[in-house]
């Protein structure tokens, strides 16, 4: 039984999603855009995390090409929609599809795009396609519930750490879980070892999503590939930020509030003072540890699933990767 | 076997929908306007269709009520997403989801709400599952193309009826067919039957929606509910106009211009000249016979279906009523 590496996954993705013949069609405005996206690629992630799902239980892997075609589209157009929400001029060092286009646009592609995933996911083996379907939607829920979440916590004046868990939860981890649930299930793997699959999934996201918002603040921008320090500019509140608040004394909490809300000269100054916080709160250790609990519930739950360790070799591979470890 | 009326097909639909204890949770946000939009009622026509034609071929209705509510919420998720794109302010005679709240919340809303569309067909009986998403996702995506052909002929110089026609089609026709099908489909029909009562609806929406631009000019306000002329104040390619582009000779042709594009101190006036040009023209005629002509075709593919006249009956005396008609 052949096991398929995420590199060669990707590869079986991004041939899949840069050939569809059936989208270059009229009203040309309503696809273009669709194939526009299609073409600005990606890491192919989730996609790839339901092929070596499925082929963790299968060599057969092509039987969930389409449901994780459709999990790329899915979740092209919640960028789609998004960036129309938070006004985004660039995706993928790209514009973005309202701003080469129109909101109208972005809008009604998004849409059908949204449309397309559920065409694609119905390609999915019938023997598994109600609970497939069943994931899919419930996951497409939760993801607008977290993007609504994350709307409302703009104006929030205050946001608890388990809310802000569950947000990021609900917009980007439940995704991840739902991949390899589904590929899993496309592959033929039962219930249990689906659920630790989904598991997985959901730590994995958590982790790395606490790790995006460290990342903004202490990563090296040379190995990044952004600048650091943009959540703090635009006062996100982040792990980070909502931990400091939490840790606080009334000092520092004024400390903090004074960064925020001062004009300083330029955002250099501003990114030194709260990170200069963060630092006497040892709020990078705090998210440290959190991103290593989470990481290591992934890969019990990874352990779990009952299924010779080599196979699962390619999974855990990936998760180390978008960690960034070595092991 | 009971065969229902459309009144108490659309009683059933009006408690489904005005009951949904599941939507009423957090983040209120993305659900009160889901909620706010069911409560503006409307006709229920598409899921009293569904409902009478699975009534056609089973007692049990229930077995396409969700299904049924899915075509309504998918309908609404449409209006949602149109007025955003229109900026139409009002809607059944209340706010619009995003004069009341915000674009961005009405995008997510409709968004949420085209998933629990989704998650109500997954509803459908299981032994018809596939065949109901695959007509209903495609359905989906033709009522996407619609809107996006209605956006692009606003800005068209020229369009030929049978682009205007297959614009209707897709934009309003096709969802009509589509709710008769998944519910004949549920009810046991075969696919025979069912195409049928595809035929039927998809021939009867034309009919409706070129009675609709008729109405617009003819109609008594007082009967219509709305006031007449408001496609010809905003220069709107009805069925009316293009008929009549094509029919005027060079110096009707330029008197039509000149009239939508002359200053009117009033709109009466603007309405009166472009009136009295169609009527010159005989548009009225010609969209009175096109009218026929589709109705026809609709009555004539209901007569195919193979079920005792007295079942169908309901389904007969509902289009009849649409296009206000006795008989």
Same sequence: chains 1, 2.
């Avoid at 659920?195 to 606490?210: P, S, V």
Wanted: glycine letters at 6%; a negative charge.
């Amino acid at each position: 039984m052949p096991v398929y590496t995420f590199e060669q996954c990707s590869d079986i993705i991004a041939q899949t999603l840069n050939n569809p013949a059936h989208l270059n069609r009229e009203p040309f405005g309503l696809y273009e855009p669709i194939l526009y996206t299609f073409s600005t690629g990606g890491k192919y992630i989730r996609s790839s995390l339901a092929l070596l799902a499925c082929n963790l239980f299968s060599d057969k892997i092509d039987q969930a090409l389409y449901p994780a075609i459709a999990l790329e589209a899915f979740h092209n157009f919640t960028l789609i929609h998004d960036d129309i929400m938070d006004d985004a001029p660039i995706r993928r060092g790209k514009p973005t599809v309202h701003m080469k286009w129109s909101a109208n646009t972005a809008l009604l592609s998004g849409d059908a795009m949204h449309v397309l995933a559920c065409q694609y996911m119905l390609r999915a083996p019938g023997a598994v396609l109600q609970p497939v379907l069943q994931m899919f939607h419930k996951t497409a829920m939760e993801v607008c519930e977290g993007q609504q979440w994350d709307m409302d916590f703009e104006h929030a004046d205050y946001i608890s750490i388990d809310e802000y868990l569950r947000m990021i939860e609900l917009k980007t981890s439940v995704l991840l879980a739902c991949s390899l649930y589904i590929g899993g299930l496309c592959g033929g793997g039962d219930q249990v070892q689906c659920d630790w699959l989904y598991q997985f999934g959901r730590n994995l996201g958590l982790a790395f999503q606490i790790q995006d918002d460290l990342l903004d603040v202490y990563a090296d921008p040379a190995v990044f590939g952004k600048a650091t320090g943009g959540d703090i500019v635009a006062n996100k509140k982040t792990f980070l930020l909502i931990t400091a608040m939490n840790k606080a004394d009334e000092a520092m909490r004024l400390r903090l509030h004074r960064a925020m809300s001062t004009y300083f000269p330029t955002p250099e100054e501003k990114i030194a003072e709260v990170t200069a916080i963060y630092d006497t709160l040892h709020i990078r250790e705090d998210a440290e540890k959190e991103i290593e609990r989470y990481f290591n519930f992934a890969l019990d739950a990874l352990d779990k699933v009952e299924v010779d360790a080599p196979r699962k070799e390619e999974i855990r591979k990936l998760a180390l990767r978008l960690m960034k470890r070595q092991k």
